[in-house]
């Protein structure tokens, strides 16, 4: 197959000093992409700001805000026949940016916000026959949400986790997970590796590009 990965947080300044970012480090999407090119998959990886090194074998882009992780999506989709969207992707951005540092005296304690757009809805229309497999990070009820976003996003897979556990979730090297897709009843993954949770998500979608 041909892989296209998300990882890592996206940044979007205020000023060139200062963002709003997450807790994202990109080491579950660079798992995904180095368990896929170890099985021999063509794989680009779309990453946002992280201090990891390309895996053997990927093509790697590198983006900072969410609009820019969208512009690589669209324009890298046509020539792949799967994505998986492991990248925290910042939910708003300022709506208004200084291109200069801003002073202090200039600030004002409320800051305005505008919503960026949810990628995997943007490019629902460009699915056509692709895979796409989403990640939902939760801290409530991982299987409610994960469903609702299997549904709302229209994906083939969804791979839940409780990031409140210390061993699972943001910037630990292990994660449990369960995989929740339309046609299978929920699957609880023991806690293991990210690479080894990397290499289960490419053999579902070994699996599923078979059937
Ligand atoms: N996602 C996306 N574009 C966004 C935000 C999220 O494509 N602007 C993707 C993520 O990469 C992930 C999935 O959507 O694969 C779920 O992300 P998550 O942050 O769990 O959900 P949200 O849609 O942000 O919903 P909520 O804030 O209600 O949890």
């Given amino acids: 197959m041909k892989l296209l990965v998300t990882a890592g947080p996206t940044r979007e300044y205020l000023d060139p000093v200062r963002f709003l970012s997450n807790r994202s480090t990109g080491k579950m999407g660079f798992a995904v992409a180095q368990a896929a090119a170890e099985r021999g998959h063509t794989v680009t990886l779309v ?6 090194p390309t895996p053997s074998g990927v ?3 590198d983006v900072t805000s969410a609009l820019e992780m969208l512009a690589a999506v669209q324009r890298l989709l046509p020539f792949h026949t799967a994505l998986v969207m492991c990248a925290a992707v910042a ?3 300022f709506k208004q940016a200084s291109p200069v540092k801003l002073k ?5 304690p409320v800051i305005e916000l505008e919503p960026n757009p ?4 943007t490019i629902r229309p460009l699915k056509e026959q692709r895979t796409f497999v989403g990640f939902a990070a939760e801290t409530g009820d ?3 949400e994960a469903q609702r976003k299997l549904v709302s996003k229209g994906l083939d897979l969804i791979v839940a986790n409780d990031v409140t556990q210390p061993d ?4 630990v090297d292990t994660n449990r997970v369960t995989f929740l897709s339309a046609n299978e009843p929920p699957t609880a993954l023991p806690l293991q590796s990210k690479l080894d949770v990397g290499r289960e998500i490419v053999a579902w979608l070994e699996r599923h590009l078979r059937t």
């Fill in 47 to 52: 990453a946002g700001p992280v201090a990891l």
């Fill in 59 to 61: 093509i790697r882009v």
């Fill in 91 to 93: 939910d708003w951005r």
């Fill in 104 to 108: 202090k005296s200039e600030m004002r």
């Fill in 118 to 121: 949810d990628i995997l809805t």
């Fill in 142 to 144: 991982p299987l409610v």
């Fill in 168 to 171: 699972a979730g943001f910037a």
